[in-house]
T-cell receptor, first 114, second 115 residues
Framework: DAGVIQSPRHEVTEMGQEVTLRCKPI?????LFWYRQTMMRGLELLIY????????DSGMPEDRFSAKMPNASFSTLKIQPSEPRDSAVYFC????????????FGQGTRLTVV | KQEVTQIPAALSVPEGENLVLNCSFT??????LQWFRQDPGKGLTSLLL?????REQTSGRLNASLDKSSGRSTLYIAASQPGDSATYLC??????????????FGKGTLLTVNP
């Protein structure tokens, strides 16, 4: 398996623009996570999907952030409008199921909002 | 709320040395604990997964231990090499609130192994 695939790897955008980050989880994995990594706060969970259904979005910082999982092999994280403080590395991760299973992370998308 | 602390924040050692990285967590109601490696500008690579019922896991030169009751884990790296230089992250899954999916991460230990 190719692992968790994220695109793009790098994104530079101007403040106010819409940004869409994409993720393809490992085939057969039912749990999908979006994390954000910053120097100040480290890695934080933004949203968790199980079987394509959002279960926990309490980590989504503001209404400007939204995430979808239209099918088992694709998820998006959208920021609209983007702000400079959204600059961070965004990771997608997947695991076979909740509970005592291992999480696998993608390579991340480095977002810079200028 | 689960909190994870990693000590030290940074560590520099000469090649060949054995070393220990420490991780502590506040809530012992965990499902498992994972150690990750992160190279600069890259993603997270899973190194070892320890289930809550286990005491340790080994992979090559790496050995991770877990003492759930005291909220501690250690990652032991034997005979360190320059290629081991990276940030090592500890993450625990679960808490007393019943979450069986959320990984809570420490801030990591930046390891530098000097040739």
């Amino acid at each position: 398996d190719a692992g968790v695939i994220q695109s793009p790897r790098h994104e530079v955008t101007e403040m106010g623009q819409e940004v869409t980050l994409r993720c393809k989880p490992i085939s057969g994995h039912n749990s999908l996570f979006w994390y954000r990594q910053t120097m100040m706060r480290g890695l934080e969970l933004l949203i968790y999907f199980n079987n394509n259904v959002p279960i926990d979005d309490s980590g989504m910082p503001e209404d400007r952030f939204s995430a979808k999982m239209p099918n088992a092999s694709f998820s998006t994280l959208k920021i609209q409008p983007s702000e400079p403080r959204d600059s961070a590395v965004y990771f997608c991760a997947s695991s076979l199921k909740p509970g005592n299973t291992e999480a696998f992370f993608g390579q991340g998308t480095r977002l810079t909002v200028v | 709320k689960q909190e994870v602390t990693q000590i030290p924040a940074a560590l520099s050692v000469p090649e060949g040395e054995n070393l220990v990285l420490n991780c502590s967590f506040t809530d012992s109601a965990i499902y498992n604990l994972q150690w990750f490696r992160q190279d600069p500008g890259k993603g997270l690579t899973s190194l070892l997964l320890i289930q809550s019922s286990q005491r340790e896991q080994t992979s090559g030169r790496l050995n991770a231990s877990l003492d759930k009751s005291s909220g501690r884990s250690t990652l032991y790296i034997a005979a360190s090499q320059p290629g081991d230089s990276a940030t090592y992250l500890c993450a625990v899954k679960g808490d007393s609130g019943g979450s069986n999916y959320k990984l809570t991460f420490g801030k990591g230990t930046l390891l530098t192994v000097n040739p």
